[in-house]
């Protein structure tokens, strides 16, 4: 019976990491207006499943760090309780931060919940050095790499768009604009006459986009720049499934009827139905209210992000692409003055409340498993 709940729990959870987690790898095609949010939900989706397909090749030491093992003795880190705990525990933590629209870590409520599952089994005997060296270093530290990078390639990127002469360009749009005026009548009082006046605009007939003018190799700037901003949000989404798919399936491998490829099918398919039916509101803090942001410097976020993030799933270092996305957002948006720092703080308030949020709910689930069984 636990372990038909442990399955379920399991893809909840990818469901919840797929809501709050599918869209963050193409948030800048949205926010620079690259595509629509149609267009860029389909090709984070269609990415990351394929990243979660790669997975259980490239990152074997990932199943085994969020197994448990290590940071409790191998008898409770084996237990089907401990995992049901811990799955349902993140899955929850993570559903309540996609409704309220706040982009946490999957990663971050997982190590919450182990810990607080931990705790309740062992008390104090939780062996807090690896907890240390193998998750709270890597998360800490991956948010403040992310934005000096991120910050960096976009200056080098802008000092290079310079020397090579590409200059940006924007459209200007006239359209008409009504302004009621009071006409006097003979017989006295007054009546409203709608006047047309022509309005001119520097905006597209969309909205106002920057746009790239001039050519590279023969090939159009602008072209150039939505193709590798495409490939780069990819990039992004595909190292995402790479890097958080075995953390989820590590839950379930305990259930000797699922194979790791079974599990892996089950998580990405979770995690797909997750980022197509429920982003939209992390999607909208993402694309636009961490900063605003064109074509180059999305793509500069992007590169930077997926360059992170794939490092990290090949050395076996837990880091959030939440943290590393948003970082390099924040980045790039501090050095083209358009970072929104309140938001930023709003989002790191967001991620220190992630552990010991979903630490509680795994020590209360665990505790309740055991008063039940």
């Known amino acids: 019976m636990l372990e038909i709940l442990l399955f379920f729990a399991t893809v909840f959870l990818a469901y919840s990491n797929g809501a709050n987690d599918?869209?963050?790898?193409?948030?800048?095609?949205?926010?620079?207006?690259?595509?629509?949010?149609?267009?860029?939900?389909?090709?984070?989706?269609?990415?990351?499943?394929?990243?979660?397909?790669?997975?259980?090749?490239?990152?074997?030491?990932?199943?085994?760090?969020?197994?448990?093992?290590?940071?409790?003795?191998?008898?409770?880190a084996d237990g089907t309780d401990f995992h049901l705990a811990v799955a349902l525990a993140a899955g929850v933590t993570v559903i309540l931060a996609t409704v309220t629209g706040f982009p946490i870590s999957t990663t971050h409520g997982l190590t919450g919940a182990l810990v607080g599952a931990g705790l309740m089994a062992i008390g104090t005997q939780v062996n807090f050095l690896t907890l240390g060296n193998s998750f709270f270093l890597p998360l800490l530290l991956s948010p403040v790499i992310a934005i000096a990078v991120g910050a960096s390639i976009y200056g080098l990127f802008h000092y290079l768009r310079s020397k090579?002469?590409?200059?940006?360009?924007?459209?200007?749009?006239?359209?008409?604009?009504?302004?009621?005026?009071?006409?006097?009548?003979?017989?006295?009082?007054?009546?409203?006459?709608?006047?047309?006046?022509?309005?001119?605009?520097?905006?597209?007939?969309?909205?106002?986009?920057?746009?790239?003018?001039?050519?590279?190799l023969g090939i159009n700037t602008q072209q150039i720049v939505d193709f590798c901003h495409f490939l780069s949000a990819g990039t992004v989404s595909f190292a995402r499934g790479l890097n958080d798919t075995p953390k989820i399936v590590s839950l379930i491998l305990i259930i000797q009827a699922i194979s790791i490829q079974g599990g892996m099918l089950a998580v990405a398919l979770g995690m797909a139905a997750g980022g197509l039916l429920n982003a939209r509101r992390v999607a909208e803090t993402m694309s636009n209210k961490i900063s605003e942001m064109n074509h180059g410097q999305g793509f500069s976020s992007n590169l930077v992000t997926g360059l992170l993030v794939i490092a990290a799933s090949k050395y076996g270092l837990p880091v959030s692409t939440t943290h590393v996305s948003v970082g390099t957002i924040f980045g790039v948006g501090i050095i083209s003055q358009k970072a929104n720092a309140?938001?930023?703080?709003?989002?790191?308030?967001?991620?220190?409340?992630?552990?010991?949020?979903?630490?509680?709910?795994?020590?209360?689930?665990?505790?309740l498993f055991h008063q039940i069984s």
């Open 164 to 216: 090579l002469n590409i200059e940006k360009q924007w459209c200007i749009c006239v359209n008409n604009t009504y302004q009621p005026i009071p006409v006097p009548q003979v017989e006295g009082g007054m009546s409203l006459s709608l006047e047309e006046y022509p309005n001119l605009v520097l905006d597209t007939s969309e909205k106002c986009v920057q746009r790239y003018q001039g050519q590279l």
């Open 22 to 76: 599918n869209f963050k790898g193409v948030a800048t095609l949205l926010g620079s207006q690259t595509t629509s949010y149609k267009t860029a939900i389909w090709w984070a989706t269609i990415t990351t499943f394929l990243g979660s397909a790669c997975s259980i090749a490239l990152a074997q030491t990932l199943l085994k760090n969020f197994s448990g093992k290590g940071l409790v003795p191998d008898a409770i």
């Open 342 to 367: 309140k938001m930023f703080y709003q989002i790191l308030l967001s991620w220190l409340l992630t552990l010991p949020i979903a630490a509680i709910f795994s020590g209360i689930f665990y505790w």
